[in-house]
Structures are given as structure tokens and as C-alpha cells.
């Protein structure tokens, strides 16, 4: 299962449609699908390949808009 669809079921905020790109060639073609996996968020924006999950959601966040915030510097160190 694609990071895609599992954020789409951990969260009612995300929704996830997986293509089978040679068996709908109109949607490729809509979607301009030349390399596969695409990822195409809110249809405003794309990627193309398979990202290192943090990239992956990281880059999604940025096309859908949501402000990411800097992790904090002390963060993960002992306290």
C-alpha cells in the first residue's frame, strides 16, 4: 500500500486515489503521468519517484499549502 493511501486512512483530511496508469491512458494523459509513481496533490501541484517517507510527506505538506514549521533546535536532545 502506497504512503499515500495510508495517510488517507490515518486521517479524514486526506484522500487517495491510486491509478493503474496503462489501464486508464486518458487520466495519464490528464494527470501528464510520464514516469510513474506520480503523486499529484490538490491538482495544483507533482512529484514524480519514490521519496524517503519523511520527503514524501514532507514535500506533499509544501504542495498542499500547510505551513510547515522548523523542528525545534533542542528537540530530541536530553533534557
Known amino acids: 500500500m502506497s504512503l ?3 495517510m488517507a486512512l490515518a486521517s479524514p483530511l486526506v484522500r487517495s486515489t491510486t491509478i493503474e496508469a496503462e489501464e ?12 510513474v509513481p506520480r503523486t499529484v496533490v490538490n491538482r495544483r501541484g507533482a512529484f514524480v519517484g519514490a521519496l524517503p517517507e519523511a ?8 504542495l498542499a499549502g500547510v505551513p510547515m514549521q522548523p523542528p525545534d533546535p533542542g ?4 533534557g
Open 4 to 6: 499515500a493511501n495510508r
Open 24 to 35: 486508464f491512458p486518458e487520466l495519464s494523459r490528464a494527470f501528464g503521468v510520464q514516469g
Open 55 to 62: 520527503q514524501f510527506v514532507s514535500t506533499v505538506l509544501q
Open 75 to 78: 528537540e530530541g536532545r536530553p
